[in-house]
């Protein structure tokens, strides 16, 4: 493993009789790196300036029979305000005895002194060397043979709605022609991203991420990233907005100290004799994952009893927040948790009592977070990834959300409640409609009977959304023209989930109040209008509607 000096790049790996496992055709800063993405307090969305991060100093920190543990660090200082991010940045390589890899971790740290700034995005990058790893592997349904690099380049494939994906045209291999590829067809969420990278066949070599703990990583187990893709790239990353838009970018305040350690992600390098299936590469990369596991995360599952138990958190003041699979909202403790080392911290038992004020008359859905429950069309022939074709993740296909004008090319959906299915008939994403040169929002039609009207009563309608994107979410009822509407979310949302092929983004919870004097006995329609244009993924996508009878109905 040859890392330069200061700089703290990745050069080279040299491993089972192949001299560079990374990319020796690019440049040695291209191999493997840290980088981020920063901008000034204030500065709005989730990009910024780009940082490739190269160290300025080198230290051994540790040197001995059974191990090595090297830092590469830059330091900050008001002569370089407005040009780099104000951060000391410590990057930390180890290799330890025995062990087939290499472990990474960073340490960063803002002084007091220093001024604010905005962070979307940390992490690490491989780069490898496409001539040896062609097959990629994020999880045991998904991997497969990818494309070369080359195929992304003008003259192989055409750039579609967003630069990410591209409709190959000419690629190198025939068995490419005509599918899509797009780095975010692979994301992954937190709690599974455990394992990924790539497997040479020959000699059967795999370089693997392996993610012993999940703490240093924000958003929570349902927060998507990015895992590996196309280049071939394999990438660790540490805070993104991803999936969540600028609710999860990192804001720090003038005079606002801060420090934290991201990683250490496990490089694992294994190989196996020619002779034997290649295949095992993978199983042995998961199997390293359980033996490396650490036993630390701040997040867990409760056991069939409710029961729950979170090891090894670092010191600290904590909120807990839960959420219970089949029921609407979240739960949050109304008591800090402080964490001391060594403590044992019982908080008794936790009650939620989830938004509730009448009895259901009808819903749609299943509250699970997600919009996996609806209807998820074929893809266009065009634009097809072979991976999922008959795959639980078929919503991972490109430009599902053209399906919806051809569906319904005239006029906009129209859910019969009693008769219709949401597995069949509640399309997974309320997108927009194109109307020339035009992306116009769309209105969506939920008829019902009721059987008795308590015109003094407040029905609720429960909306929960999986997912939001430049979107508002307006409801009427019984009148498609009033206005104002009896409801509006106002412009929410920049998860872009539906043009990065996820059935969900971050969780929103709404309650819509309609007075009984707006509702008939007989047939009713409710309106769900999501009024924003502008772009064919402009929308939302629903993880489940209730409408409840007043509280005091029977």
């Known amino acids: 493993m040859s890392i ?104 960063y740290e803002k002084l007091k002194e220093w001024p604010g700034f905005n962070l979307p995005q940390i992490r690490i990058v491989f780069k490898l060397s496409k001539h040896w790893f062609r097959y990629m592997v994020v999880a045991d349904n998904r991997q497969r043979n990818m494309p070369l690099p080359d195929d992304r380049e003008p003259d192989r494939c055409q750039v579609l709605d967003f630069p990410e994906a591209v409709l190959l045209t000419n690629p190198i291999e025939e068995e490419f022609k005509g599918e899509v590829d797009d780095k975010y067809e692979y994301s992954c969420e937190d709690k599974e991203l455990q394992v990924h990278g790539w497997i040479c066949m020959d000699p059967p070599t795999g370089f693997w991420q392996i993610t012993p703990s999940d703490e240093f990583r924000t958003g929570g187990p349902l927060k998507q990233n990015l895992t590996s893709h196309v280049g071939p790239f394999n990438l660790a990353m540490f805070t993104s907005a991803h999936y969540a838009g600028e609710d999860m970018v990192a804001k720090f305040a003038d005079g606002e100290p801060w420090k934290r350690v991201f990683g250490p992600v496990f490089m694992y390098i294994n190989s196996v004799p020619k002779e034997v299936d290649w295949h095992w590469l993978w199983e042995d990369a998961k199997e390293q994952r359980i033996m490396y596991h650490q036993g630390y995360q701040f997040w867990t599952k409760t056991d069939e009893d409710g029961y729950f138990i979170i090891n090894n958190i670092r010191a600290g003041d904590y909120n807990l927040y839960a959420s219970v699979p089949g029921f609407i909202g979240d739960y949050m403790c109304d008591n800090i948790i402080s964490i001391t080392p060594g403590c044992e911290a019982k908080i008794g038992d936790l009650v939620y009592e989830p938004p509730r004020d009448g009895p259901t008359l009808w819903e749609i859905g299943i509250p699970d977070r997600t919009a996996r429950e609806f209807y998820i069309p074929d893809p266009n022939p065009k634009y097809i990834n072979k991976l999922y074709i008959n795959h639980p993740d078929r919503f991972r296909q490109y430009g599902l959300w053209e399906r919806y004008a051809e569906l319904y090319p005239d006029e906009d959906l129209v859910y019969m409640i009693g008769v219709s299915d949401y597995r069949k008939d509640w399309f997974f994403a309320q997108v927009t409609r194109k109307k020339g040169d035009m992306y116009q929002g769309t209105t969506w039609k939920i008829k019902f009977k009721l059987d008795d009207v308590s015109q003094s009563g407040v029905y609720k309608l429960r909306l929960a959304l999986a997912t939001a994107h430049l979107a508002e979410l307006q409801v009427r009822v019984n009148d498609p023209t009033i206005d104002p509407p009896i409801f509006t979310t106002g412009l929410v949302g920049k998860d872009n989930a539906i043009a990065r092929h996820g059935i969900h983004g971050l969780y929103r919870l709404y309650t ?17 209008t999501q009024a924003m244009g502008g772009s064919p993924v402009v929308g939302i996508m629903y993880d489940y509607i209730r409408l409840e009878a007043p509280s005091d109905s029977n």
């Open 4 to 107: 330069s000096n200061p700089d703290g790049i990745i050069t080279k790996v040299t491993y089972n009789g192949i001299e560079n496992l990374l990319e020796e055709t690019d440049k040695e800063e291209n191999r493997g790196y840290w980088d981020l993405y920063w901008s000034e307090v204030g500065t709005p969305g989730t990009t910024g300036y780009y940082d490739r991060i190269i160290a300025t100093s080198f230290k051994v920190i540790v040197e001995d029979e059974e191990m090595v543990e090297v830092s590469f660090t830059r330091t900050w200082d008001a002569s370089l305000e407005g040009k780099l991010v104000p951060l000391n940045i410590d990057k930390r390589f180890i290799v330890l005895r025995g062990s087939s890899g290499f472990y990474c971790y960073g340490i």
């Open 512 to 528: 819509a109040d309609i007075q009984g004097s707006k509702l008939v006995i007989g047939d009713n329609t409710i309106f769900l």
